[in-house]
């Protein structure tokens, strides 16, 4: 194995690694962090809603 057999291994490795230390940030903060907000705003929303049909 020469230096640019070498060379294109270890970029291979860091892009590789990067990805999937992207994808295990993605799936355990972000999307969890997204949905929890999401869900939170829409029973914000049904609350208000609920509020205000009770005062007309």
Sequence with gaps: MDLSQFSGFLIFLT?????????????????????????REIWKLRKEAKATTKKE
Excluded: E
Excluded at 17 to 38: D, E, H, Q, R, S
């Design 15 to 39: 892009v590789f690694t990067m990805g999937f230390w992207l994808m295990i940030f993605l799936l355990t903060f972000v999307v969890p962090y997204w949905l929890f907000g999401n869900l």
